[in-house]
């Protein structure tokens, strides 16, 4: 159980970086640290792996806060171990920015869930879920259409907000372009960018400038970004289709709109947690969603924790959600 709770009142960025074994899930977060570091920024990172010693641990550097969970995966068998782990991150070295490099067999809608947890702890957004993709071994396993890992290669482009198309100077053009298209077909909605040894812009995949809770429709865009978005033809060009969005509520809401607000979300959101005050009630309560059904416990008035709510689906818009818990927020300063 997490016994203490961060004062620290800043929302992190976190981004789960996702992908089969070797895919090069490690390069890249070699660069995007460096990227972060170059501006002044400290990242922390939160590195999962199956076995009991992490490698890659040695290549990302002493000056970067890391938490290590080994011995398991952390959408799975210690999937436990991911928020206790977070908090100690975020309270003792008050990052600005985590990135989660799972492990290449995880599930990352389960990490997403992992995250959901801590979120009623620390303050934390998740902003994009980018995988890997080894080209030379999806178009293996593409041709084979079976088996365990292309079940979950699969899985896991499914759930990306952003695809790394990686190690495409081991595949033909035509091949590339085979592999688009299956990577189009499985994910309509993530950004595809084509790259060697994972070098992309990171500015084109980490959306810095979208404030939480803002649609990303309206994010001010950088002059590098710009030139990236109009050479690449692979993009779709609407980002607000996320995996995960966390809500701070500013006030309490009514508990029967809340409620119905609950029935009603759509059916690509198949997750929900959080802690809300209820005006009405007087009280404030843990609520759970899954299967379409609410469940509220009730809080001590004591526990110090944020009231927020953290929904998980596939590709919903998170702009919908945002605007209609706002709304109920409002409803309540007419009502008061
Ligand atoms: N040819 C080629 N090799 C690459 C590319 N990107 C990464 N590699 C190599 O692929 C190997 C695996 O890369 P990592 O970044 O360690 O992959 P990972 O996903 O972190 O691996 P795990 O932690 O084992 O899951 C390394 O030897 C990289 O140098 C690429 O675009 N082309």
Known sequence: MISELTTNNKT????????????????????????W???????????????????????????????EILGGCICCS??????????????????????IEATGAANPVEILDGI???????????RELISVVDSIHLLDTYRKQKGKTFRLMQ?????????????IDLVTEEERQEL??????????????????????????LRENELPGVSADHRSVSAEEENHESSESNRTHSHDHVMAYTHYFSKPINSVQFESWLKQLPRDIYRAKGIVTFSDTNSRFLFQFAYREADFTKLRSSDRLEDVGVFIGEHFSKTEIEQSLRQLETNEETAE
């Open 78 to 99: 210690v999937r436990g171990d991911l928020a206790p782990q977070l908090v100690e991150l975020v309270q003792i070295s008050s990052p600005d920015v985590i990135v």
């Open 37 to 67: 570091k170059s501006k002044g920024m400290t990242p922390a990172v939160v590195m999962n792996e199956l076995g009991e010693v992490n490698l890659d641990g040695e290549i990302i550097g002493k000056d970067v806060s890391m938490a």
């Open 180 to 205: 688009v298209e299956c990577l189009r077909r499985w994910n309509p909605h993530a950004e595809i960018h084509l790259t060697n040894y994972c070098a992309t812009p990171p500015t084109a995949i």
């Open 155 to 167: 899985e896991q482009i499914r759930a990306a907000s952003q695809l790394l198309l990686n190690k």
């Open 116 to 126: 959901a947890d801590t979120s009623l702890y620390v303050k934390l957004q998740i």
């Open 12 to 35: 992190i960025p976190v981004y789960i970086l996702s992908g089969f074994l070797g895919s090069g899930k490690t390069t890249l977060l070699v660069k995007l640290l460096a990227y």
